[in-house]
């Protein structure tokens, strides 16, 4: 702690402000169980990284390795290119948002969000201005002398916010911070945030979510977990429309993957149909096994035999219609598998056990070697 | 007990008071009565008299009621210590060293509480440590006795308090000894004055390890009542336990106030 002239018991306030995170090779077990697997990531000093992934994926676990609530078995964090895989939490000089809130309920929203600048101790002066400014930031100003009992579920979590900035972290590790509000006020806490990152151009934020369209909103870039490892890294239109794995290509807009085998000149065999991808991957041989991705919404129903123009096709059964508002969702069994199809909504869908055809173009298409994904880690994306 | 029919509620009733009144009320009642009386030997008591209380407010009796409460604050505050101390330190043992520290602290209620005073009398009779007719060994005892009870309260809220209070105050930049003061144990406190209470209603009523113990300058009220009831002074005696129950009463009333107040959700 060499910037410290203090000794151990200086205040964390007192050294510059740190931004930017790194993962090195950062790996968690638990006896015999491994929960986070060599994770290698940076997050940019005024990035907002989304590690997005199912529950039981690792995503927790790395944020909480950043936090130090949980001591990595090898590897090590950096905040600010600073090794801080041995100092205690409250050393760390992060703020922290977590899904249940966990604002203190004997204190007033004011004093909670006035309790890290105390527990740094900070001037006793500069804390009320402080204080004022972070919840003015988070839209609570005219709620100070509330109890947290006493707010909604959306304004306990601005306190929550609130709380955290106020300290003035360089790095921010928001852990579901959404998952609690329902649908209407989620949005508008997306909002939110995106509003507040822009007023915070130098803070790190780490975004734990397992909701794709979260991470799609808010994330200058997603980094993709499963199974304790990083799948893939990249920015949202990156991973939308390029997925480097199955996973990522089925978590992330839930793409259908159709195993297809490559056929002469560019066609690829899915079952008996013949359909082309937009390119095929370097180095694909004929005879070759590929999963070709394609998107519920990139798929239409066309009359039979009338997909048009390059469109590929492929002829199924009706297996189930459900109704979502302003889209049909079709599960068409084709060829022994089933493709989610979103078309608009229809005056008259298909029944079930109808023969319908779909159509998709080879550019809404994604062709992956089989199997990526499913055997090593990928690094993250330059 | 959830019971809808009309003939159940009142069946329900009826059994109540069936059990509760020989049982529970009663007594209390006939202890009572007997309190102002100064003969019993029909049904009902006979020859009212505010005696008894009378002799109360003055001399050894008002030292004893001193002496029972100033050890029973005394056993619970230190039992609150020590208890609350080892179960906020237990939290963070796991398996083995958790079981053996919940174990240790279950041995005072196990043990019967005269083998407590017996042991205490044996352990401390001899120098270096000679506590032996001290009223520090009265004190020793209570709180040995009734650490179990404090310990078992308190370990039990602090399982239930969430670990992300514990973790946002620390990620806020507090150091452990900080979220300990401003926000476990002020989560912790109606536990702690539940505790407390608890503790204190134990001590106050304490008599077998007592007994055992006490030096002629410390004798606690329940000694005391023993003693009269011992030479048959039965009201005088029952006199003296109504002050007891009803200061252990105002006491833990008085404590039950500042949980209520304190209880955030």
Redesign the interface.
Known sequence: MSTEPGGPEAVPTSRAVRSGIRFDHVSVTYGDLTVLDALDLTVEPGEVLALLGPSGSGKTTALRAVAGFVRPSGGRVLIGGQDVTDLPPHRRGIGMVVQQYALFPHLRVDQNVAFGLKAQRTPRAAIPGRVAEALEMTGMAGYARRYPRELSGGQQQRVAIARALAIRPGVLLLDEPLSALDAQLRSGMLAELARLHRELPDVSILYVTHDQIEALTLADRIAVMDKARLQDCGTPQDLYRRPRTEFTASFVGSANLLPVRVAGEGALHFGDAVVRAAELPKGAVEGAEATMCVRPHALRLAAAGAAGGAANSLRGTVTGVQWRGSTHRLLVDAGGHEIRADVGDLRQPPAVGATVTLAFDPEDTVLLPAGVGTERPLLERV | MLVHSRSGRWAVWTVFFVLFLPLFALPFAVIALASFATHWSGAFPSGATLTHYQDITRGESLDALTTSLVTALAASVLALVVGGWAALAADALRGRGRRLLDALFMLPVAVPSVVVGLSLLVAFSKPPLLLNGTRGIVVLAHTVLVTAFAYQSVAAAVARL?P??E??????????A?VLW??KL??LLPSLTAAAGLCFALSMGELSATMMLYPPDWLPLPVKIFGATDRGSLFSGAALAVVLMVTTLVVLLGVSRIRTR?A??
């Open positions: 969430d992300a209070y973790q946002s105050a620390a990620s806020l930049g507090a150091r452990p900080y401003r926000v002020p989560l304190a955030y959700r």
